[in-house]
């Protein structure tokens, strides 16, 4: 079953753009998310409909936060994108007026609504800011251990 990893890529470019003190465009963003500057500008488009980014044309332009990383969370990015749903499995319908699949029916349907609720609580909890410094922390141990193998060939 395939994924959607739509909210994961958007969190990558959110990012991005955070660790750039200049505005990202769409290309760059593009290539670093290996898809095509039209899907990105669509996906920020919708960003910033719902003030999260903004873009500037011309000459240096480019995306930019509009928002401030401590008070977003992922439910507010997953909401931006038109709040997909969060579960790929679904009912069998088939047969509507079987008594077995309304009993099934009913109970998968309680069992996702109950899984939606946890995920979007926790969604509601990790801010863009708490992301940032996971990201930066692994940077730094990134570099730590590059430094270390760097120093262990030199001897």
Not at 92 to 112: H, M, Q, Y
């Amino acid at each position: 079953m395939r994924r959607d990893g739509k909210l994961s890529g958007v969190l990558h470019v959110l990012l991005h753009m955070a660790a750039s003190e200049y505005p990202v465009k769409s290309e760059i963003l593009a290539r670093v998310m290996q898809t095509n500057p039209v899907v990105i500008r669509r996906i920020l488009g919708r960003l910033r409909d719902c003030d999260l980014v903004r873009s500037e044309k011309g000459h240096g332009g480019g995306w930019t936060l509009a928002c401030n990383l401590e008070v977003v969370t992922l439910r507010d990015i997953h909401v931006a994108l038109g709040a997909p749903g969060l579960i790929a499995i679904g009912n069998r319908n088939e047969t509507p007026s079987c008594l077995v699949e309304k009993a099934v029916n009913a109970a998968l349907n309680d069992t996702f609504k109950e899984a939606e609720a946890l995920l979007l609580d926790r969604f509601g909890r990790v801010t863009l800011a708490t992301l940032s410094t996971e990201f930066h922390a692994g940077m730094l141990r990134h570099r730590g251990r590059n430094r270390q193998e760097h120093a262990h060939e030199e001897r």
